[in-house]
């Protein structure tokens, strides 16, 4: 099966295209690079040992995107292209509103109009702030606060409507927590242009430049006073765009459903740090600061339904995500 993947060569859409072609998938990617590399290209090539079909383009170009899906005989979407900084989407709403949901109204109309299945990369931020742990899918989701939160919300928001619509479509948005690693070979990981915002990835640079890390805020509601995330090996959020995938396919059109991709457990920013120097050796500086404005003591998933309905859990643990995640920068000299 012929799967279209726009963000492809981006952080979780490069991991999802190695573990589709284990699957038997023959992904086609398309991304703009606006935040990666076209040499990611070439790494995957190389790990998944064979030619991957590439094409440098903005997915919103309707046109060009459409001539590609027959061109390329595509059978499925999965849909990672978009911006993902919750600071930038809030000092620059529009280029967010523009990419994430104005493009995506393109996307979704070439789908339906060739009936394509589809899913979409969505996230744990449109919970918000959550009023019961761990966070199901049932939980109520609060009017978004921050931009980036916005287009991620409209995201799932617009996909479920076309599909209740449509004589075609069928979809599925996932919500992923945090994923973190890299894929264990250490050719591809994550390697954002800008200076990263979320937590591993500052950890891995204040590592590689022996810098102080700045942990934000200490006197949160928790055991140690600093916030609780669901980390979830990147490998792991890739096989479950598989198995999401495996479910869709037997599903009939109009079938739309949503999906939390976590652990079920919470870490602390001090319980990465600590697992962070036990596993790769490394030691950190870290200074704990003030709070960053949003963030929420407590965030971490109940997991249930995706195993239940998907017949996907995660399998990594926090120590696999660090060590591989360090693996990365460890071997790689941009
Ligand atoms: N990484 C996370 O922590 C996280 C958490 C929850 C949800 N998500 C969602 O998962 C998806 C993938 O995230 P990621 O971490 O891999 O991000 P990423 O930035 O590494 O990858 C996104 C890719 O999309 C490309 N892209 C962006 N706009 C494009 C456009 N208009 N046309 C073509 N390509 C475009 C970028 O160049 C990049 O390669 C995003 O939709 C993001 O919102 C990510």
């Known amino acids: 099966m012929r799967i279209l993947i726009t963000g492809g060569t981006g952080f979780v859409g490069s991991h999802t295209v ?4 284990g699957a038997g998938y023959q992904p086609v990617i398309v991304d703009d690079l606006s935040n990666s590399n076209k040499s990611v290209l070439a790494a995957l090539q190389k790990i998944i ?6 094409y440098k383009l903005n997915y919103g170009d309707q046109t060009k995107l459409e001539t590609i899906l027959k061109k390329e005989s595509i059978e ?12 930038e989407s809030i000092r620059e709403p529009l280029k967010y509103y523009k990419n994430n949901v104005a493009n995506m109204v393109g996307l979704l109309e070439t789908a339906e109009k060739l009936g394509l299945p589809l899913i979409f990369s969505s996230s744990a931020a449109v919970y918000g702030a959550p009023q019961k742990l761990p966070i199901t899918e049932e939980a109520s989701l ?34 992923y927590f945090n994923p973190i690693g890299a894929h264990s070979s250490g050719l591809i990981g994550e390697n954002p242009k800008n200076k990263p915002d979320n937590l591993v990835p500052s950890v891995m640079l204040a590592a590689k430049s022996q810098t ?3 942990v934000f805020g200490g006197d949160y509601p928790t055991p140690d006073g600093t916030c609780i995330r669901d980390f979830i090996h990147v490998m792991d959020v890739a096989e479950a765009h598989v198995k999401a995938f495996e ?3 037997v599903q009939g059109p109009g079938y739309y459903d ?3 991709i976590g652990t079920g457990r919470g870490h602390s920013v001090l319980e990465v740090i600590n697992e962070f120097e036990k596993v790769t050796g490394q030691k950190l500086t870290y200074k704990i600061g003030d709070r960053r404005r949003g963030d929420l003591p407590e965030v971490y998933a109940s997991a249930d339904k995706a195993q ?3 017949g996907w859990e995660s399998k990594l643990s926090l120590a696999d995500g660090l060590s591989d995640a360090w693996n990365w920068p460890k071997k790689h000299t941009p």
């Open 49 to 54: 040992n064979q030619k991957i079909a590439f």
């Open 212 to 214: 102080s890390l700045s």
């Open 18 to 21: 190695v573990s589709l072609v």
């Open 142 to 175: 609060p009017n978004p606060t921050r931009p980036y939160q916005a287009t991620k919300l409209m995201g799932e928001q617009m996909l479920r409507d076309v599909t209740n619509a449509s004589k075609h479509l069928k979809s599925i948005s996932l919500r």
């Open 308 to 310: 239940r309905i998907l």
């Open 247 to 249: 479910h869709l396919k």
């Open 258 to 260: 949503v999906f939390n």
């Open 76 to 87: 499925g979407i999965i849909h990672f292209a978009a911006f993902k900084s919750l600071g």
